[in-house]
C-alpha cells in the first residue's frame, strides 16, 4: 500500500494515488500487492507509487530506476515477455473555445491537467508494459521524463525487443532513449517535422475542414427534438 | 505496332479497325496489383478465390513488373511515404494505361480523412480513371469496375485527335 | 585488324595444360569476393503480403544484415484515437489487422465496459467469442493456404480463398460486414444472430475441419515442403520472449503461453475446453504446424460454443452518450497473430484521452533483423511468410 512505502514525496503522490485508485475497489488484488512489495524491496527510494488497475501492477520509480525496474522485472519476476514501451502527454489538447472554425468534431477533454494511475509529475511520462510467459502476470512501469530535456535510459540491453518501440516513442514524442544504438525515423518519412502524438501537434485536416459526419445531423430516435447533446 | 501512336491510321480510321484493336486490347488487360491494406486481400479474393475469378474477364494478374502491365489498381491506403513509390511506378507503365482506384482510402483517404500521414485520395498523384467505393468494395465491385473499364476501352476512338494522345501518353484530364 | 586468330594460336604460345588445370583449381577454391549487394525486397514484392521493405545486405546468396523499413501503411491510429468517440474509435480500429477485424474490436470494447463497470450479457459474450472464433480462422487459413505458396505450391492457396469464402459468409451473415463488421458495442452487440445461422455454422466447421485435412496431406508431409522449412528461421523461446513475439510464433517455440487460457479471463474462454498446441523447435514448419492444429482447435471451439449457446438479450443497459469514467485500463486480448492489447486513458470525456494499441505483428517482425541473419535468400521468403504478419497490423 502506498502509505506503507517510505516514499520520498509522500503528499504529492497519495493525493494522486487517491484519485486514481478512487474508481476501483479499494483493497487490492492479492498477486498486484505482491509484485508491488517485490518492486519495493528490489528498488527501495526508486519506487515512487503504485496502483492497482483493474488487477494490473502500475508501477511509477525514478528516472534512475528506470533500467533497474527493468531488470528486476526480467530476473526475479519472471516478466520474460516485453508487450510494450510507449509515452504519453498528459498536457490537454488545443482547443479551440467554440468559435466558429477549427477542430469542433473531436470529443471534449477537461483542460486542466490530472494524472492516471500511480501519478505523474510533468507532462511526459513513458510506460511500458512487461509480462511473464510462465507465472501469467504483468506490470505496467511508468517513468516521468523532463519536459525541457525528455530522455531516459533505453531498455534495448534487457529486452532487445525494446528496440523498435523505443524508436517509435522517439519519433512520435521526442524523447530520446539514451543507450539506444540507432534511434531514427521507423514510421515516418525521412523529412516529417515534429512528434505527431504530442497533444499541441495539430491535425490540419481537421482544422481545415469540419468533420463530414456534421452535415447529416438527425434527430436520434427517442431521444429529445434537438437529436440530443 | 505504333500505328496509333504515328498517325498512320489518319484522323478517321475505319471502324472494323478501331473495333477490333480496341477488343483486343479489352480482353487482354495485364493487371499489376498495387496491394495496400485491407482492400489488397478483397483484390486477392476476386484474383484467386473460384467464387470470383476474374480471369474469366480476360485480367492477366501476373505481369512481372509495371512495365509489362496496362492496368493497375491501387487498392488500399495511400501514404505519404508510400506515394512516391506509386507515382515512380506508375510513370513505368506503357501508354496507354488505367488506373482504377479501389475503396474509399484510395478515393479520398477514407476513415483516415484527417490522418497526418495518409494521402488524401491517390487521384492527387495519378490520374484516375474508375473509382470504386466501399470500405472495402466487395469483390463483385472490382470485377464491375473490370466490366466498365472494358466498356470505356472498347467505346474509346484510336483516331488522331481522338485517343492518340492517350497512347502518346500525354496527361489525361480527370473529370 | 590483320591478326584475326586468337592468341593461343599464334605461333610461339604454348599452353600448358597442367598450369590451366591448376589455375582452375584455385580459381573454384579461392573465395571470390564480390563484395557487398544490397537487395530492395519490396515495398511492393509478393513475399512480404504488402508493403513491408526489406533492405538486404548480402554476401553472394547469404544475407548479412537485414532491415526492415515499415511504415508505408502507417496510418497514425494512436492519434486518430484521440480525435473520436468511443463508438467512433471501434470503426477504425477494425481495420488495424485487417484480417481479424472482429478480433481487433474486442479488447478495446472490453477495456471500456471495464472501466465503465458494464458488463456484456452471457449470449453477447458467447456470439463475441464464436464470431472471433471465426475471424481467427478466417484469417489464419489464409496463411494456411500462403504457406504453400512460398514454397510453390499453387494449389493450397486457392483452397485457402474458397474455403475461406465460408467463413466470410457466416460473419457476413450475422453482422453484415465481410470484412469490417463493426458489431461490437459497448455493452453488447448490435444484434442476435440470425435465424438458421447456427445450423450453418455447424455445417461450415465442418468444412473447415476437412479443409484442415487436406492442408495437412498435401502440405505437411511432403518432402519439398519439409526441407523448406525445417531447422529454417529458428526463434529461441527466451530470445523470442524478450523481442516480444507473440502468438503461434511463440508457442511453436515451446512457450506454453495463452492468452485464452492464461490471461486475465475474458469473453467465454474460461468456461471451455481449450487444449494449447505448442511446438518445441522453433522454426518456420514449428509455426504452420501450430497454427494448422490451432485453426482445428478454433473449430471445435466454436462447435463448443454452438452447443452451450445461451438464450437472452445481447446487449447491456448503456447511457445514450458514452462517456468513461476517468482511469486507466489494459486489456490484451489473443489475437490470431498475437498478443493484442489497449492501454485505454480515460479522462471522464466521451473519447479517450490516449489509447496505446498493442499489435502483434510490430513486435513478431522486429526480430526480423536478428532472425535473418545468415540464411539465404530463398528461406527470407519463407520465414517471412511463417511468421504471418499483416502489414496494417505493424504499421497501424
Redesign the interface.
Known sequence: MPDETPTTEPSADDASAVVATAEVPPEPDPVVAQLAARFEVGLGDGLRDWADAFGHLVVRVRRDAWRPAAELAKRDLACDFLSFVAGIDWRPADKSEGDEGGDTSSPVQPTEMTFGAAGAEGRFQVFAHVESTSRHWGVTIKVDVEEANPRVPSWVGVYPGADWHERECWEMFGITFDGHPSLRHLYLPGGFEGHPLRKDFPLLAREVKPWPGLVDVEPMPGGDEEGGE | MGLVEKGVLGRKPLKPVTWLLNYSRKYSLWMFQ?????C???M??AL????FDMMRLGVIPFPASPRQADLVVIS??V????AP?IKR?YEQMPDPKYVISMGSCANC?G????????T?GVDQIIPVDIYIPG??P?PEALLDAIVMLQERIQNEGIGNDELASRWRGEPVEVA | MTTTQPPSQMPGFEVDRAALAHLADAQVNVELDTGDMILNMGPQHPATHGTLRLVVRLDGERVIAADPVIGYMHRGYEKLTEFRTYPQVTTLINRIDWLSSFANEVPFVHAAERLMGIEAPDRARYVRTILTELSRIATIYLFLGEMGLQVGALTPAFWGFRDREHVLNLIEGATGGRFHPNFNRIGGLKDDLPWGWVADCRAAMDRILTGCDDFEKVLVGNEIFEARTRGVGIIPAELGAAYGVSGANLRASGIDWDLRRDGQPYLAYPELDIKVWTHADGDSFARYWVRLQETRESARMVLQLLERLPSGPVMAKVPRIIKVPEGECWVETENPLGQMGYYVVSKGATGPFRVKIRSASFSNVSILPWLLRGVYVPDVVTILGSLYFILGDIDR
Open positions: 498495387w496491394g495496400l491494406a485491407c489488397a486481400i478483397e486477392g479474393a484467386a478465390s473460384p467464387r488500399g491506403t501514404t505519404d511515404k508510400m513509390a511506378l483517404g476513415p483516415y480523412w484527417d490522418s497526418y500521414s495518409v488524401k470500405c472495402p466487395r
